[in-house]
């Protein structure tokens, strides 16, 4: 189980279904067969199925170990192979031993904070455990925690829920179930996700080359909506606000400010964070990358050279 200065990898929280949202039975029913629970020596966790034998889950919950033992919703067993992993975004992929699972349908937008959400994982063993909440917040980070934002969920993730599925209410997948900060911390409720769009790039990556490169802005931002836009008196109606650039990091070198509004990234159209993060995701290291923002009422064409993490 990993410690991220209080935060632990894979909360608890009590939240009941939202009134008049029913059984979530069917939902449950359809997307358990693409539900897993994954053993090592000395742990487990959850996972997903990603394709037909490959199953994504968390780097933290296979560690070092290069063979698992996977446990399907039918009760039956076998052994899995760690093909790659990820520790920046704390994914890793498995090829199992066993063929033709179903896969999940991952849903590559983000969900609204509100949005009705499913947890099913194997918190402290107890497999196939589901639980529910809402989506609390987006673009959140972790100190110590993966190198990409997260989604913050009131959804019950207790340790072995790591790399499970986060669904919606459609049972799309979401998410892969991260960390919790325990109440110890103060914390109640305080869950975390890797979102699929993320999810499904790195897998991807791993599969393909076994290892991902991390293009890096060096920028915090956030959404730009309608009660930031009278506040500060900014005149760009869609973007994406730098909230901060780190000192001396490519944003900042580039000519990137704090208020700065991203518009356009590469000649394309920036109407939210998860439009930088779509650029960045299709991006090399290294990178000269075109950044258009709106700065007071003027336009800026910036060139950034993309980091690397």
Same mark, same amino acid.
């Given at each position: 189980?990993?410690?991220?200065?209080?935060?632990?990898?894979?909360? +608890?929280?009590?939240?009941?279904?939202?009134?008049?949202? #029913?059984?979530?039975?069917?939902?449950?029913?359809?997307?358990?067969?693409?539900?897993?629970?994954?053993?090592?020596?000395?742990?487990?966790?959850?996972?997903?199925?990603?394709?037909?034998?490959?199953v994504v889950?968390?780097e933290?919950?296979v560690?070092?170990?290069?063979?698992?033992?996977?446990?399907?919703? +039918?009760?039956?067993?076998s052994?899995?192979?760690?093909?790659a992993?990820?520790?920046?975004?704390?994914?890793?992929?498995?090829?199992?031993?066993?063929?033709?699972?179903p896969?999940?349908?991952?849903?590559?937008?983000?969900?609204?904070?509100?949005?009705?959400?499913l947890?099913?994982?194997?918190?402290?063993?107890?497999?196939?455990?589901?639980?529910?909440?809402?989506?609390?917040?987006?673009?959140?980070?972790?100190?110590?925690?993966?190198?990409?934002?997260?989604?913050?969920? +009131?959804a019950?993730?207790?340790?072995?829920?790591?790399?499970?599925?986060?669904l +919606?209410?459609?049972?799309?997948?979401?998410?892969?179930?991260?960390?919790?900060i325990?109440?110890?911390?103060?914390?109640?409720?305080?869950g975390?996700?890797?979102?699929?769009?993320?999810?499904?790039?790195?897998a991807?990556?791993?599969?393909?080359?076994?290892?991902?490169?991390?293009?890096?802005?060096g920028?915090?931002?956030?959404?730009?909506?309608?009660?930031i836009?009278s506040?500060?008196?900014i005149?760009?109606?869609?973007?994406?606000?730098?909230? #901060?650039?780190?000192p001396?990091?490519?944003?900042?070198?580039?000519?990137?400010?704090?208020?700065?509004v991203?518009?356009?990234?590469?000649?394309e159209?920036?109407?939210?964070?998860?439009?930088v993060?779509?650029?960045?995701?299709?991006?090399?290291?290294?990178?000269?990358?075109?950044?258009?923002?709106?700065?007071g009422?003027?336009?800026?064409e910036?060139?950034?050279?993309?980091?690397?993490?």
């Amino acid at each position: 189980m990993l410690l991220l200065l209080g935060v632990v990898a894979c909360s +608890d929280s009590r939240s009941p279904p939202p009134a008049g949202a #029913g059984s979530y039975a069917d939902v449950v029913t359809r997307t358990a067969p693409s539900a897993m629970t994954v053993r090592v020596e000395d742990g487990v966790g959850s996972g997903v199925v990603l394709r037909s034998d490959v199953v994504v889950t968390n780097e933290h919950v296979v560690k070092t170990n290069r063979q698992v033992r996977i446990r399907y919703a +039918d009760g039956q067993e076998s052994g899995g192979e760690v093909l790659a992993t990820d520790p920046l975004s704390d994914l890793a992929v498995i090829r199992t031993e066993r063929k033709n699972l179903p896969a999940a349908e991952f849903r590559d937008e983000l969900p609204r904070p509100g949005d009705t959400v499913l947890a099913i994982g194997s918190p402290l063993g107890l497999e196939f455990t589901v639980t529910a909440g809402i989506v609390s917040g987006l673009h959140r980070t972790l100190p110590g925690g993966p190198q990409v934002e997260l989604i913050q969920t +009131d959804a019950p993730i207790s340790p072995g829920n790591s790399g499970g599925a986060l669904l +919606d209410s459609a049972g799309r997948v979401i998410g892969i179930n991260e960390a919790y900060i325990p109440p110890a911390q103060g914390a109640e409720s305080l869950g975390f996700a890797i979102p699929s769009g993320v999810t499904l790039n790195v897998a991807e990556k791993l599969l393909s080359a076994g290892k991902v490169e991390h293009p890096y802005l060096g920028a915090s931002l956030g959404d730009l909506t309608p009660e930031i836009r009278s506040r500060f008196g900014i005149s760009a109606e869609r973007g994406a606000l730098v909230l #901060g650039v780190e000192p001396g990091g490519p944003a900042e070198t580039g000519g990137m400010r704090a208020g700065d509004v991203i518009v356009a990234m590469k000649g394309e159209e920036v109407g939210d964070v998860q439009d930088v993060q779509a650029v960045l995701r299709s991006s090399r290291v290294g990178e000269r990358t075109s950044v258009s923002v709106q700065r007071g009422e003027q336009r800026t064409e910036l060139t950034v050279v993309l980091g690397g993490r």
